[in-house]
């Protein structure tokens, strides 16, 4: 398979979730993807485990609020960059960069401190991508 290139930050869109354009830091020194949300609870979907949360698709925007739900994929015990170990929420979802679409798992957590709402981290890069640690919005027009 014939990888895409893709810059250290690009525009993502996360269909099942109704955002479009979230702006992703690449980190592949991030084993999951990380996804900033607030008012997480646990809920049920069709009989089945889920969570509710709030999201802010829009960085310049932070009073814009989309309320989204998604089946709990997997509760983890994640390590952040700042050492500190937390239980986090997964999700799995279907996601967009350019032409590519494929399925990655999301932890949910407060990335307020952090420059951008999402990570797309290893697991998500996987086989699929190279990037160009030098350029922004290589695969997405950003």
Same mark, same amino acid.
């Given at each position: 398979?014939?990888?895409?290139?893709?810059?250290?930050?690009?525009?993502?869109?996360?269909?099942?979730?109704?955002? /479009?354009?979230?702006?992703?830091?690449?980190?592949?020194?991030?084993?999951?993807?990380?996804? =900033?949300?607030?008012?997480?609870?646990?809920?049920?979907?069709?009989?089945?485990?889920?969570?509710?949360?709030?999201?802010?698709?829009?960085?310049?925007?932070?009073?814009?609020?989309?309320?989204?739900?998604?089946?709990? =994929?997997?509760?983890?015990?994640?390590?952040?960059?700042?050492?500190?170990?937390? /239980?986090?929420?997964?999700?799995?979802?279907?996601?967009?960069?350019?032409?590519? =679409?494929?399925?990655?798992?999301?932890?949910?957590?407060?990335?307020?401190?952090?420059?951008?709402?999402?990570?797309?981290?290893?697991?998500?890069?996987?086989? =699929?991508?190279?990037?160009?640690?030098?350029?922004?919005?290589?695969?997405?027009?950003?």
């Amino acid at each position: 398979m014939d990888r895409i290139i893709i810059g250290h930050i690009e525009n993502i869109d996360l269909p099942d979730l109704g955002i /479009q354009q979230l702006t992703v830091r690449v980190d592949s020194g991030a084993q999951t993807s990380s996804l =900033h949300v607030d008012n997480i609870e646990r809920i049920k979907i069709d009989q089945k485990p889920g969570v509710a949360f709030d999201l802010h698709p829009e960085i310049h925007d932070v009073d814009k609020v989309v309320r989204c739900q998604a089946l709990l =994929h997997d509760v983890r015990k994640v390590k952040s960059s700042n050492g500190i170990s937390e /239980q986090r929420y997964v999700i799995k979802t279907p996601a967009v960069l350019g032409q590519y =679409h494929w399925n990655i798992e999301i932890t949910l957590t407060d990335r307020s401190d952090m420059t951008y709402l999402m990570l797309l981290g290893r697991q998500a890069i996987g086989e =699929h991508f190279y990037i160009d640690a030098a350029n922004a919005f290589v695969a997405s027009n950003g």
